[in-house]
């Protein structure tokens, strides 16, 4: 066990670091979906899931570029567009809803 404990620290430098934090926000992500999802006694998937998905997918993709590790790379590079394109999706409805309020809103006023 000392010897791997041993061997383990002696790899450790930013790149390592920069790995654990892009896994440990990724792995992150299902507890903040997990507390939501209790807290509304149903399955929710909230914006902050997404944000988790792509800071974690982002830092292990540096971390795979830089360590020259395919299988990272290939996982990563379809989940962040994914993940992208969902964050889009939340963009655009929370703007499309913005637009759509005003007219209302200016009607009322008119009124």
């Given at each position: 066990?000392?010897?791997?404990?041993?061997?383990?620290?002696?790899?450790?430098?930013?790149?390592?670091?920069?790995?654990?934090?892009?896994q440990v926000m990724f792995s992150g992500r299902f507890l903040v979906?997990?507390?939501?999802?209790?807290?509304?006694a149903k399955s929710i998937v909230p914006v902050a899931f997404w944000?988790?998905?792509?800071?974690?997918?982002?830092?292990?993709?540096?971390?795979?570029?830089k360590r020259a590790e395919p299988i990272i790379i290939l996982g990563?590079?379809?989940?962040?567009?994914?993940?992208?394109?969902?964050?889009?999706?939340?963009?655009?409805?929370?703007?499309?809803?913005?637009?759509?309020?005003?007219?209302?809103?200016?009607?009322?006023?008119?009124?």
């Amino acid at each position: 066990m000392a010897e791997w404990l041993s061997r383990l620290l002696a790899h450790i430098d930013a790149w390592f670091v920069l790995g654990v934090v892009g896994q440990v926000m990724f792995s992150g992500r299902f507890l903040v979906q997990w507390l939501v999802s209790e807290k509304h006694a149903k399955s929710i998937v909230p914006v902050a899931f997404w944000y988790f998905s792509i800071a974690g997918g982002i830092c292990l993709m540096i971390y795979g570029l830089k360590r020259a590790e395919p299988i990272i790379i290939l996982g990563q590079s379809f989940g962040l567009i994914v993940y992208a394109r969902n964050l889009y999706f939340i963009r655009k409805e929370k703007r499309d809803a913005k637009t759509e309020t005003i007219p209302k809103m200016v009607a009322d006023v008119a009124e």
